[in-house]
């Protein structure tokens, strides 16, 4: 540290990387000594001059919050935040049935905090108009008389409830069990964020907003979307394993194409946002697999005629839903295009070559690879050369992306 800095003190108080022109005194402030300080021991002139600094620290920290709130946006995390009440038992209801869905249960029956009551908010069946009361105690989850209750936990607020029964009246087995709880969690840190942000604009809206009030929540908030990202990234986990216990994977087969498709972006020199959208994308290539019955996939004999229709739609079906999970959004292009194949032989365009955006050349490419080189039911694992040797012979592969491919096997 400087020595004339030391000499006016800055030492003492330079904490905040928010110091106003480099006066300490703003840190003063922060400690709410200011009225001591400018009655006490400093003139007139500096004590005008700290009014000033106060009143530009008060704007500066209502432009930080509402720079946090564009930030963070409905769009950015479940599309359950951005209704009415006359929308709201239809959007639940719809969650609640693709839930149904993922895990493959009776019914799935979602509840929310109203008026101190947990009152059912949308279903799976037409069973509606219940309230609810489940003591947790601190427990992840209960299981009773058939059903198990998830809690939309935040810090120790609950905020909702998802209560799953069984089609055979046995706890979820610990896969979906994982993902419902990731969702809850996913739900509740959202439900907190959005209180926030009301509290966010009614105080950047005040003239008269407490600095303090201000720091406060700055940092609460900051925590929060903090905390959100790393839900949304274990949802995302969470959600593949689901998808590859489903399609009867021995390994996880998404996780490794996820693994592999970054490590292509890597090599070849692509930047921190596009690489993490395409590993995203690469977790999520078989989303519409997590909608389907396991029983599909686990019958070596033919399928129906309905059944194989399914099949070959659940790339559809995983694009619909990813567009209901909105900070997902915008890994759909690279999903939606991974089956296009670069020689135009693919689906469901036809695109060609460069015409297919790189996220799904590089998807594509490494979703087949790690299939290759993995055992399946029905089949032994290829060995690595091999299975380049059939990629790098094939036109339906982008050769760039090969050549990337195989230089990163060869590490």
């Not at 000594?33 to 000033?52: R, V």
């Not at 008389?145 to 046995?170: E, F, K, W």
């Not at 399946?376 to 339906?396: G, T």
């Amino acid at each position: 540290m400087k020595n004339d800095e030391v000499k006016n003190g800055v030492s003492l108080f330079s904490q905040s990387e928010y110091l106003m022109e480099g006066d300490p005194l703003e840190e003063i402030f922060a400690l709410n000594l200011g009225d001591f300080i400018s009655e006490h021991l400093i003139s007139k002139d500096l004590a005008e001059k700290i009014s000033s600094s106060s009143k530009d620290k008060a704007k500066r920290l209502k432009d930080q919050l509402k720079e946090l709130i564009s930030i963070y946006s409905s769009k950015n995390t479940l599309c359950v935040l951005s209704f009415n009440e006359t929308e709201e038992h239809a959007i639940y209801t719809s969650i609640a049935k693709t839930v149904k869905q993922m895990v493959e249960v009776e019914c799935c029956r979602i509840y929310m905090q109203k008026d101190n009551q947990m009152m059912l908010v949308g279903a799976s069946d037409e069973n509606l108009g219940h309230e609810l009361s489940v003591d947790f105690s601190g427990k992840d989850y209960v299981y009773e008389d058939c059903v198990t209750y998830v809690p939309m936990r935040a810090a120790s607020h609950i905020y909702g409830i998802i209560a799953l029964q069984t089609v055979d009246n046995n706890p979820l087995n610990e896969e979906y069990l994982t993902l419902v709880l990731s969702i809850a969690r996913l739900f509740a840190t959202s439900i907190k964020i959005q209180a926030q942000v009301d509290e966010v604009n009614r105080l950047t809206e005040d003239e008269n907003a407490n600095v303090a009030d201000m720091q406060h929540l700055r940092a609460e908030l900051t925590a929060l979307i903090g905390d959100l990202c790393d839900y949304q990234q274990n949802f995302v986990e969470e959600l593949a394993k689901a998808v590859d216990m489903k399609g009867q994977y021995k390994v996880s087969h998404s996780q490794n194409t996820a693994n592999l498709a970054r490590q292509i972006c890597k090599q070849l020199g692509l930047n921190e946002k596009t690489t993490d959208l395409i590993y995203y994308a690469g977790m999520l290539q078989n989303i519409g697999k997590i909608t389907l019955p396991e029983r599909i996939f686990a019958t070596s004999g033919k399928l129906s005629p309905d059944e194989l229709k399914k099949v070959q739609e659940h790339i559809n079906t995983g694009v619909n839903l990813l567009m209901n999970i909105n900070f997902l959004s915008e890994v759909v292009p690279y999903i939606n295009y991974q089956t296009e194949r670069y020689d135009g032989s693919g689906k469901p365009e036809g695109l060609k070559g460069q015409s297919i955006p790189l996220g799904s050349r590089i998807i594509a490419a490494a979703d087949a690879f790690s299939a290759m080189t993995s055992d399946r039911p029905y089949r032994k694992a290829m060995e690595v050369s091999q299975a380049l040797e059939i990629m790098q012979s094939d036109s339906k592969w982008d050769p760039v992306v090969i050549e990337a491919l195989r230089q990163v096997t060869a590490k």
